[in-house]
C-alpha cells in the first residue's frame, strides 16, 4: 500500500486536503493528517517521537525520517488519519 489510497482509490494532495488532512511537507514524502479522523491510538507516537511529538509545533516533521519508514508508521495508523505522498518514487 503507498499510503496515498482512500477506500481503495488513489487520491491527490487536493483532494487530501479537501478531505480535511493538513499537510507537513518532506523531502522525500509528504505526511497528511486529519485530527477529526483520528482516534489517537498512538501509534505514530510510538513508530517515531523524532516525527510525531504533540507538544511541538509543527508536531509532524517528515524529514525526521526515511520516507521508507514514515511510509510503516503511517501505514499502520488504524483510524486512516494519516496519509503519505512519496516524492522519491
Avoid at 488504524?78 to 522519491?88: E, H, N, T, V, Y
Amino acid at each position: 500500500m503507498d499510503g496515498t489510497l482512500l477506500k481503495n482509490q488513489k487520491v491527490t494532495e487536493e483532494e487530501l486536503i479537501a478531505g480535511g488532512y493538513k499537510k507537513y511537507s518532506g523531502e522525500d514524502i509528504d505526511i497528511f493528517y486529519n485530527q477529526s479522523v483520528c482516534q489517537h491510538a498512538g501509534f505514530c507516537v510510538r513508530g517515531s517521537a523524532d516525527v510525531y511529538e504533540v507538544g511541538r509545533r509543527p508536531w509532524i516533521i517528515a524529514d525526521n525520517e526515511t520516507a521508507q519508514r514514515n511510509a510503516e508508521i503511517i501505514n499502520t495508523c488504524p483510524s486512516g488519519a494519516l496519509k503519505f505522498i512519496r516524492k522519491d518514487d
